[in-house]
């Protein structure tokens, strides 16, 4: 298989303008006939509120089984640290990170779960997956635990 062009690792790389702008690249998948499960955790996203510009903050859980390739990791983290200037509400940008990665991977499967924090006193949570996940997949449990408060 050919070596893929990455043109952002090893490389120092700005933070692109926007997600829309951002490249998310690729590698092969090294045991694309294997069933596993690659896992990506984003503590401290952060994206802009349409209405209000204030920031928004979320703890991003993202699952994927793949096939043929893999995300290549400074990429997503490019592509997910380019919502910091962008304005979206909640389920618009656990979407649009979603869609994303299924047109760049075509992975077997898909799931993100979006734990933002309370905006207005009230937490939103946003969960997405393409579908069921294949037979036979050890998947664990996102860990994130419901917004509870103070007490």
Not at 44 to 68: K, M, S
Not at 84 to 99: D, K, P, S, V, Y
Request: hydrophobic share 40%; charged share 20%.
């Amino acid at each position: 298989m050919a070596k893929p062009r990455l043109t952002q690792l090893g490389r120092k790389t700005a933070l692109p303008a926007s997600p829309e702008a951002a490249q998310v690249e690729r590698v092969p998948n090294p045991a694309p006939r294997e069933t596993y499960l690659v896992r990506f955790t984003c503590p401290e996203f952060t994206a802009l509120c349409p209405v209000t510009g204030q920031p928004d903050f979320a703890h991003l859980v993202i699952d994927y089984v793949p096939r043929r390739w893999l995300v290549e990791s400074k990429s997503l983290k490019l592509f997910l640290g380019a919502f910091r200037n962008h304005g979206a509400f909640h389920e618009a940008c656990t979407l649009m990170i979603a869609r994303r990665l299924v047109a760049v991977l075509a992975p077997r499967w898909l799931r993100i779960g979006g734990y933002w924090y309370p905006r207005g006193g009230m937490p939103i949570d946003v969960f997405y997956q393409t579908g069921a996940p294949p037979r036979g997949l050890w998947l664990p449990d996102q860990g994130v635990t419901p917004y509870r408060g103070r007490g």
